[in-house]
Structure formats: structure tokens, C-alpha cells
């Protein structure tokens, strides 16, 4: 599980061009190394984050300017709007009517 204000700090930073070499970033941050790793896979890979690594700057940063939005949504669903559906179709009425 990745800890919600460390990834803040790693986007900052990284936003900034201030993260410095993986095991800086690692110690400022109070994870491993390997630790730090599986979390840039993870923004890469799952989050889609444009991270790139700068030699010349050694710092991480992004591609192009990127935000990084968590937020919760929370929508309430009330009887009055939700509808029963049975074998996974509503069904109709008149259809049932129609063959007496």
C-alpha cells in the first residue's frame, strides 16, 4: 500500500525538479530504495505519470506538466432512483399482459 502524503511529497518534488538521485529522493522520503522503485513503476505504469529521469539534472521530473489529482467521490443512490432488474433485463409490463 502506498502511503498517501509520501506520494504527495514525490509528486512535489518531482514537480520542482528537486528530487535529486533515487537514493536521495529514498532517504528524504524515509523509504528504501527498492521501496521508491516499486512506487515510480507504479505512477508509470498504473497511474500513467510521465516520469522521466534527468541525468543532467539528477532529478526526476515530468515529461510535460502533469497534475496529480486523489478525490473522493461519494454518490448517494435513494430508492427513488433505482430500478429492479431481473435476469439482466427490465422487464415490461404490456409484454407480460399481452399473452392472456
Known amino acids: 500500500m502506498v502511503d498517501i502524503v509520501k506520494l504527495d511529497r514525490i509528486h512535489n518534488?518531482?514537480?520542482r525538479k528537486a528530487t535529486?538521485?533515487?537514493?536521495?529522493?529514498a532517504r528524504r522520503i524515509g523509504l528504501s530504495v527498492s521501496r521508491l522503485y516499486q512506487i515510480l513503476s507504479f505512477l508509470r505504469v498504473?497511474?500513467?505519470?510521465?516520469i522521466i529521469y534527468n541525468?543532467?539534472?539528477?532529478?526526476?521530473?515530468y515529461e510535460y506538466p502533469t497534475n496529480f489529482n486523489l478525490?473522493?467521490?461519494?454518490?448517494?443512490?435513494?430508492?427513488?432512483?433505482?430500478e429492479t432488474v431481473f435476469g439482466g433485463?427490465?422487464?415490461n409490463d404490456t409484454n407480460e399482459n399481452s399473452n392472456d
Open 46 to 50: 498504473e497511474m500513467h505519470a510521465p
Open 89 to 91: 433485463s427490465k422487464e
Open 13 to 15: 518534488l518531482i514537480r
Open 55 to 61: 541525468r543532467y539534472n539528477s532529478s526526476y521530473e
Open 20 to 25: 535529486g538521485t533515487p537514493e536521495e529522493l
Open 71 to 82: 478525490e473522493f467521490n461519494r454518490d448517494r443512490l435513494y430508492p427513488s432512483g433505482m
